[in-house]
């Protein structure tokens, strides 16, 4: 079973200041930690049909000041997300989170290969939509954010594609 590190976010080895890195840490332990999860938590992912093992750690304390931080569980739930797929795509794919993509294009974050990120390209080679449920109820469930996303995704493209060639004139 592989283990994930939410510290490793904070270490500048992809796309986010570390910052931002212990913004989506921080995010992602109050979202586990709210849902009754402690470090090690074992989580299984469903990747192209197969199934992976992972076990989830962090070393951050939660204080109340944290907890106070975090009162809309609705942002938390999307930036813990976005923790948890940063830390996914590598060992998933071979990608890492290059950079923030503007709000209402067609994904969230762009992706390279690690050569590409460390050579400094610009031009994606994939793109991430990141989708957080804090708990799944009747009217939130996976299936159901991941229709949405697909309907983004399909409704946008023409604004993708316009996006990644002036990106790439940057």
Not at 56 to 84: C, H, N, Q
Not at 100 to 111: H, N
Not at 118 to 142: C, F, H, M, Q, Y
Request: with cysteine; net charge neutral; charged share 25%.
């Amino acid at each position: 079973m592989r283990k994930l590190q939410l510290d490793f976010l904070k270490e500048e080895k992809i796309g986010v200041s570390k910052n931002v890195g212990e913004y989506w840490a921080e995010a992602a332990i109050i979202c586990l930690i709210n849902n009754g999860h402690q470090s090690g938590v074992k989580i299984l992912v469903d990747f192209e049909d197969r199934l992976y093992p992972f076990q989830l750690e962090w070393t951050d304390e939660v204080t109340e000041k944290i907890i106070r931080s975090w009162g809309d569980f609705v942002e938390a739930a999307e930036y813990g997300a976005t923790a948890i797929a940063a830390l996914l795509i590598f060992p998933l794919t071979g990608l890492v989170i290059a950079g923030r993509v503007p709000q209402l294009m067609q994904a969230d974050y762009t992706l390279q290969t690690v050569e590409n990120y460390e050579e400094g390209e610009i031009e994606p080679d994939a793109l991430l939509e990141v989708s957080g449920i804090l708990r799944k109820n009747k009217g939130n469930t996976l299936n159901m954010r991941i229709q949405k996303k697909r309907r983004h995704i399909a409704s946008n493209t023409r604004k993708r594609l316009s996006y990644i060639r002036n990106y790439c004139r940057i």
